[in-house]
């Protein structure tokens, strides 16, 4: 990696024009500080930085009632870790077993993984059976995390799928839906009543969320400022002081009919714990917020814990997609496996254009599998048959280090 590092405070004129600021055509600041990153947004501006993004949580900055805008600070995009992370939940929690959920293209095309869990129908089965019943004529599977497997196994027709393996399938919202069906997942996106814990930024916002579509919402929080504070915050949420591995608290939250339990405290350890007491009392559903980068690759593995959202990849991810390179719209990281899921175009007489995909398995990587393509207007689920055209825009899972072939594959190139 060609990095240059320098320490020293962030929004400083001085340490800027050191790394270069004058030559820069685009900063990205996103410290712990608000002020800090709308600063250096701001001094960038001055020195004529084409793109500018800052990471700002306090939404009070640019509220109506503050009549700023990003614009004053000389900022065009914004990236407010909270709110991205409230977004993730709601996606997780409406989405019935699903570990991850990614969006693309406004939610047309979606990437879920889920855990083959025992009594699922196709236990035993390989994808080239499930192909031939008609399960995969609009859906694709990308990867199959197992345990005990040393890396994540990019599917062919002849693997089988196990119970306990993590799948990563890519399809139209409404085509993962009937696969969930199929498999025995009941499919039910309305939540009645949600458990949060932890009366942070997200706690507080994904609670005013939910209560605004109708649920029910308990939070609890052990700290008594912070409880108040959020009690005058929100305006149908129920918040409850006290420890949140009492079990007479959770009951009294009711925590045996709850949807979804949430922790966001900030405290990983305490969050992990907090799902794991919840499904142990009841909890359809237990989602943790994860702090630390540390704790991802082992989230597949704790027991109890339905899925996770992580700040730091959350608030990368998103940057990925505001900072497009080359013909890549959008990159998204995943949580539980070192993968990526890429957006890109496929460029003018690019390699892997006007050939029948089967054609191309020995060029294009192993570690890598296109799983949908948007040509128009038109969702298409790739096959072997399948031609790419040029300018359509192709949804590819890849591990990282075949992003580089990928991206070759797919470059526009003279005549």
Same mark, same amino acid.
């Given at each position: 990696?060609?990095?240059?590092?320098?320490?020293?405070?962030?929004?400083?004129?001085?340490?800027?024009?050191?790394?270069?600021?004058?030559?820069?055509?685009?900063?990205?600041?996103?410290?712990?500080?608000?002020?800090?990153?709308?600063?250096?947004?701001?001094?960038?501006? =001055?020195?004529?930085?084409?793109?500018?993004?800052?990471?700002?949580?306090?939404?009070?900055?640019?509220?109506?009632?503050?009549?700023?805008?990003?614009?004053?600070?000389? @900022?065009?995009?914004?990236?407010?870790?909270? $709110?991205?992370?409230?977004?993730?939940?709601?996606?997780?929690?409406?989405?019935?077993?699903?570990?991850?959920?990614?969006?693309?293209?406004?939610?047309?095309?979606?990437?879920?993984?889920?855990?083959?869990?025992?009594?699922?129908?196709?236990?035993?089965?390989?994808?080239?059976?499930?192909?031939?019943?008609?399960?995969?004529?609009?859906?694709?599977?990308?990867?199959?995390?197992?345990?005990?497997?040393?890396?994540?196994?990019?599917?062919?027709?002849?693997?089988?799928?196990?119970?306990?393996?993590?799948?990563?399938?890519?399809?139209?919202?409404?085509?993962?839906?009937?696969?969930?069906?199929?498999?025995? @997942?009941?499919?039910?996106?309305?939540?009645?009543?949600?458990?949060?814990?932890?009366?942070?930024?997200?706690?507080?916002?994904?609670?005013?969320?939910?209560?605004?579509?109708?649920?029910?919402?308990?939070?609890?929080?052990?700290?008594?400022?912070?409880?108040?504070?959020?009690?005058?915050?929100?305006?149908?949420?129920?918040?409850?002081?006290?420890?949140?591995?009492?079990?007479?608290?959770?009951?009294?939250?009711?925590?045996?009919?709850?949807?979804?339990?949430?922790?966001?405290?900030?405290?990983?350890?305490?969050?992990?714990?907090?799902?794991?007491?919840?499904?142990?009392?009841?909890?359809?559903?237990?989602?943790?917020?994860?702090?630390?980068?540390?704790?991802?690759?082992?989230?597949? =593995?704790?027991?109890?814990?339905?899925?996770?959202?992580?700040? $730091?990849?959350?608030?990368?991810?998103?940057?990925?997609?505001?900072?497009?390179?080359?013909?890549?719209?959008?990159?998204?990281?995943?949580?539980?496996?070192?993968?990526?899921?890429?957006?890109?175009?496929?460029?003018?007489?690019?390699?892997?254009?006007?050939?029948?995909?089967?054609?191309?398995?020995?060029?294009?990587?192993?570690?890598?599998?296109?799983?949908? @393509?948007?040509?128009?207007?038109?969702?298409?689920?790739? $096959?072997?048959?399948?031609?790419?055209?040029?300018?359509? =825009?192709?949804?590819?899972?890849?591990?990282?280090?075949?992003?580089?072939?990928?991206?070759?594959?797919?470059?526009?190139?003279?005549?």
């Amino acid at each position: 990696m060609d990095l240059q590092t320098l320490c020293g405070p962030g929004a400083s004129p001085v340490l800027l024009q050191d790394a270069g600021i004058s030559d820069a055509e685009l900063i990205i600041a996103v410290t712990n500080s608000d002020e800090i990153n709308m600063l250096a947004c701001q001094i960038g501006d =001055r020195y004529g930085v084409e793109t500018k993004i800052a990471r700002v949580s306090n939404p009070d900055y640019f509220s109506e009632e503050s009549g700023l805008t990003p614009q004053d600070f000389g @900022i065009d995009l914004l990236v407010n870790p909270e $709110h991205l992370c409230v977004e993730e939940f709601i996606r997780l929690l409406k989405t019935p077993e699903a570990r991850e959920v990614v969006d693309f293209e406004e939610g047309r095309i979606q990437l879920a993984a889920f855990r083959i869990k025992q009594g699922n129908p196709f236990i035993g089965k390989s994808l080239s059976e499930l192909d031939k019943n008609g399960v995969l004529s609009n859906i694709r599977f990308a990867a199959i995390n197992r345990r005990g497997e040393k890396n994540v196994i990019i599917p062919r027709g002849s693997d089988v799928l196990k119970q306990g393996d993590d799948v990563f399938v890519i399809g139209s919202a409404l085509a993962i839906e009937q696969l969930f069906r199929l498999f025995g @997942i009941i499919f039910d996106t309305y939540l009645d009543r949600v458990i949060i814990v932890g009366a942070s930024a997200i706690g507080i916002e994904l609670a005013r969320t939910l209560e605004d579509n109708g649920t029910d919402v308990k939070l609890i929080e052990s700290d008594e400022e912070l409880a108040e504070l959020a009690s005058t915050c929100l305006k149908r949420t129920t918040v409850l002081e006290g420890d949140f591995l009492q079990f007479q608290l959770l009951e009294e939250a009711g925590i045996e009919d709850v949807n979804g339990f949430v922790s966001v405290t900030g405290d990983d350890e305490n969050d992990i714990m907090a799902c794991m007491t919840a499904k142990e009392h009841g909890a359809q559903r237990a989602l943790a917020l994860i702090q630390q980068p540390r704790y991802l690759p082992l989230l597949a =593995r704790i027991p109890r814990l339905d899925g996770a959202v992580s700040r $730091h990849l959350t608030v990368v991810s998103n940057l990925l997609r505001l900072i497009r390179r080359g013909n890549i719209v959008s990159v998204a990281s995943l949580h539980e496996i070192d993968a990526e899921v890429i957006e890109i175009v496929t460029g003018v007489n690019a390699k892997i254009a006007h050939k029948e995909l089967g054609s191309l398995r020995s060029k294009f990587p192993d570690n890598a599998f296109i799983g949908a @393509i948007l040509r128009r207007e038109n969702l298409i689920i790739p $096959h072997g048959e399948t031609v790419i055209q040029p300018a359509d =825009r192709v949804i590819v899972f890849s591990m990282p280090e075949a992003i580089p072939v990928v991206e070759d594959m797919f470059a526009a190139r003279r005549a």
